[in-house]
């Protein structure tokens, strides 16, 4: 990870068509990506924990408050997507959700009761689901398409790293500081995030490049119709690939961890983190690398390797036992989600290319993936209670094979003849 940025600092300002991005606010958006994961990851994984040990929730009450970012997304990812389409303050809106997750955070410290902290979920989930298209819309609108690819990658691979070190540091802060004081820390990385996206110069971002609009004759910006869109058969594929991803991948990990609960119950915990944080530092330099092949090789040989690689992950989970090895196979999860991370953001920028509906893209295809993932926990839990995690692992390899088949026939390639 040093290693690339250290090259990048050699790299000249991109140049776009319209504007010129300076290193400075290249380095602001890192920014924002490295404590918006940072944030992100410290505040879900550890609220279930810390409702059942520090408030001594019921489980039926702890289910309510774990459910409510699913309900979000599906209903307001697509709508949060036209919103940054609509605004030109991308910017500030960024800074705003970053705001309030860190008002979300310090709320589940402070209030109490079920209402108060399920309001934090809502306004948690409602902010977290904004500042992925507002990031890529700021990316864009900063270097344009033909470096957009590389600098998704580059996004990417800092965010994973700030997911890492937030695993760390909330594990550390927990055991020393006690479990509230994770929750301080997650407030003090968004506002991190806040000033990250306020240090990017407004005047430096393209606003009709940030939703992939064309700017017609006299100034005004031609925006596709919603029917345009779903007229695009390579719009409809790539969101059922998406769905089959996430139908395949979703319920891995949490099976796993159950897997490992049933066999070594006081170390399931650590087991888990050690999941996590095998995967998110493969997904480190697998994302810079996937952002560079995926502008000199193309979108779908990248995607493709993403997907080839889940029915493997499924087959060695069914296949091994040992706790340590299980832990060694969940590295291939950080090739998957860390290609998919980059190279589905890439995707949708080619196909929104001209409609100004990039970001409204975004949030559907957001939406395609909380379908997916909701469908694998589902699909995966009732299997695995019928005829065992061996069978459930070997199901979901199987759904990965059709994901892959189906997108290697059906998907064309979308990268530019231009690039």
Same mark, same amino acid.
């Given at each position: 990870?040093?290693?690339?940025?250290?090259?990048?600092?050699?790299?000249?300002?991109?140049?776009?068509?319209?504007?010129?991005?300076?290193?400075?606010?290249?380095?602001? #958006?890192?920014?924002?990506?490295?404590?918006?994961?940072?944030?992100?990851?410290?505040?879900?994984?550890?609220?279930? $924990?810390?409702?059942?040990?520090?408030?001594?929730?019921?489980?039926?009450?702890?289910?309510?408050?774990?459910?409510?970012?699913? $309900? =979000?997304?599906?209903? *307001?990812?697509?709508? %949060?997507?036209?919103? =940054?389409?609509?605004?030109?303050?991308?910017?500030?809106?960024?800074?705003?959700?970053?705001?309030?997750?860190?008002?979300?955070? #310090? +709320?589940?410290?402070?209030?109490?009761?079920?209402?108060?902290?399920?309001?934090? +979920?809502?306004?948690?989930?409602?902010?977290?689901?904004?500042?992925?298209?507002?990031?890529?819309?700021?990316?864009?609108?900063? =270097?344009?398409?033909? %470096?957009?690819?590389?600098?998704?990658?580059?996004?990417?691979?800092?965010?994973?790293?700030? %997911?890492?070190?937030?695993?760390?540091?909330?594990?550390?802060?927990?055991?020393?500081?006690? /479990?509230?004081? $994770?929750?301080?820390?997650?407030?003090?990385?968004?506002?991190?995030?806040?000033?990250? &996206?306020?240090?990017?110069?407004?005047?430096?971002?393209?606003?009709? #490049? &940030?939703?992939?609009?064309?700017?017609?004759?006299?100034?005004?910006?031609? $925006?596709?119709?919603?029917?345009?869109?779903?007229?695009?058969?390579?719009?409809?594929?790539?969101?059922?690939?998406?769905?089959?991803?996430?139908?395949?991948?979703?319920?891995?990990?949490?099976?796993?961890?159950?897997?490992?609960?049933?066999?070594?119950?006081?170390?399931?915990?650590?087991?888990?983190?050690?999941?996590?944080?095998? *995967? /998110?530092?493969?997904?480190?330099?697998?994302?810079?690398?996937?952002?560079?092949?995926?502008?000199?090789?193309?979108?779908?040989?990248?995607?493709?390797? %993403?997907?080839?690689?889940?029915?493997?992950? *499924?087959?060695?989970?069914?296949?091994?036992?040992?706790?340590?090895?299980? =832990?060694?196979?969940?590295?291939?999860?950080?090739?998957?989600?860390?290609?998919?991370?980059?190279?589905?953001?890439?995707?949708?920028?080619?196909?929104?290319?001209?409609?100004?509906?990039?970001?409204?893209?975004?949030?559907?295809?957001?939406?395609?993936?909380?379908?997916?993932?909701?469908?694998?926990?589902?699909?995966?839990?009732?299997?695995? +209670?019928? *005829?065992?995690?061996?069978?459930?692992?070997?199901?979901?390899? &199987?759904?990965?094979?059709?994901?892959?088949?189906?997108?290697?026939?059906?998907?064309?390639?979308?990268?530019?003849?231009?690039?």
């Amino acid at each position: 990870m040093f290693r690339a940025l250290e090259q990048a600092e050699q790299l000249p300002p991109y140049q776009t068509g319209k504007t010129v991005a300076p290193i400075s606010n290249l380095r602001a #958006l890192e920014c924002l990506n490295f404590f918006k994961a940072d944030a992100q990851s410290t505040f879900g994984p550890y609220l279930a $924990i810390y409702l059942l040990s520090v408030r001594h929730w019921r489980f039926d009450q702890i289910g309510l408050a774990m459910a409510i970012p699913g $309900i =979000v997304t599906i209903v *307001a990812q697509t709508p %949060a997507g036209a919103l =940054v389409d609509g605004i030109r303050r991308k910017r500030e809106l960024a800074a705003l959700a970053a705001g309030v997750i860190a008002a979300a955070c #310090l +709320q589940v410290v402070y209030a109490h009761g079920v209402t108060a902290v399920v309001l934090a +979920q809502v306004l948690f989930s409602s902010a977290a689901i904004v500042l992925p298209p507002a990031i890529a819309a700021l990316t864009m609108g900063l =270097v344009g398409p033909h %470096a957009f690819a590389q600098q998704m990658g580059r996004n990417e691979m800092i965010s994973h790293a700030g %997911a890492v070190a937030g695993a760390i540091g909330a594990g550390a802060i927990g055991y020393w500081l006690g /479990q509230r004081s $994770i929750f301080h820390l997650a407030a003090m990385m968004s506002l991190g995030a806040a000033g990250a &996206a306020m240090a990017i110069r407004g005047a430096d971002i393209d606003h009709s #490049l &940030a939703r992939e609009s064309v700017v017609e004759p006299g100034g005004k910006e031609h $925006i596709a119709a919603l029917k345009d869109l779903v007229a695009d058969r390579r719009i409809m594929v790539f969101g059922a690939s998406v769905i089959l991803f996430h139908l395949a991948n979703a319920a891995m990990l949490p099976l796993v961890s159950e897997m490992l609960s049933r066999r070594q119950p006081g170390l399931a915990a650590l087991y888990a983190s050690a999941c996590v944080l095998m *995967a /998110q530092a493969v997904m480190v330099p697998v994302a810079w690398i996937a952002g560079r092949r995926a502008a000199s090789w193309g979108r779908k040989p990248v995607f493709v390797v %993403a997907f080839a690689a889940l029915p493997i992950r *499924a087959v060695l989970f069914a296949l091994l036992s040992k706790p340590c090895l299980l =832990v060694s196979a969940q590295a291939i999860d950080g090739i998957s989600a860390g290609i998919f991370g980059v190279v589905a953001v890439v995707t949708m920028a080619d196909l929104a290319r001209g409609t100004g509906r990039f970001n409204l893209l975004q949030g559907a295809i957001a939406t395609c993936v909380a379908i997916g993932g909701s469908l694998s926990n589902l699909t995966a839990g009732f299997i695995v +209670q019928r *005829a065992g995690f061996r069978a459930g692992f070997v199901s979901l390899g &199987a759904i990965a094979l059709v994901g892959l088949v189906f997108f290697c026939l059906a998907m064309p390639e979308t990268r530019p003849a231009d690039e």
